[in-house]
Nanobody, 124 residues
Framework: QVQVVESGGGLAQPGGSLRLSCTAS????????MNWYRQAPGKQRELVAG???????NYADSVKGRFRISRDNAETTVYLQMNSLKPEDTAVYYC??????????????????WGQGTQVTVSS
């Protein structure tokens, strides 16, 4: 069974930092592009940052220069380091593993996988 599990959310003050972690099943991690999304109350879910299988990264304009995504393939974990946090960063953050179109041990993956979400609150 494929699992995607986030951790590391919580409360931070404006200007502070948090690091989110997301561990995915070994059967999908190496073949997945990994992404962090967030959804604030009353807003649509938005892509925050992504990292490809090859390590290429992309960021939403709103977090460029403040957030950094990285992956540890040996630990099947992706991280989101969030610095200089702002109240508008408050949201539920979701990890997404996207192996669509890839094979692992003969198994084709046609769907992506989501974690349960972790709350990040930025407030003084």
């Amino acid at each position: 069974q494929v699992q995607v599990v986030e951790s590391g959310g919580g409360l931070a003050q404006p200007g502070g930092s948090l690091r989110l972690s997301c561990t995915a099943s070994r059967s999908i991690f190496s073949i997945s592009n990994m992404n962090w999304y967030r959804q604030a109350p009353g807003k649509q879910r938005e892509l925050v940052a992504g990292i490809t299988r090859g390590g290429f990264t992309n960021y939403a304009d709103s977090v460029k220069g403040r957030f950094r995504i990285s992956r540890d393939n040996a630990e099947t974990t992706v991280y989101l380091q969030m610095n200089s946090l702002k109240p508008e960063d408050t949201a539920v953050y979701y990890c997404n593993a996207d192996p669509r179109g890839q094979y692992y041990s003969g198994t084709y993956h046609g769907a992506d996988y989501w974690g349960q979400g972790t709350q990040v609150t930025v407030s003084s």
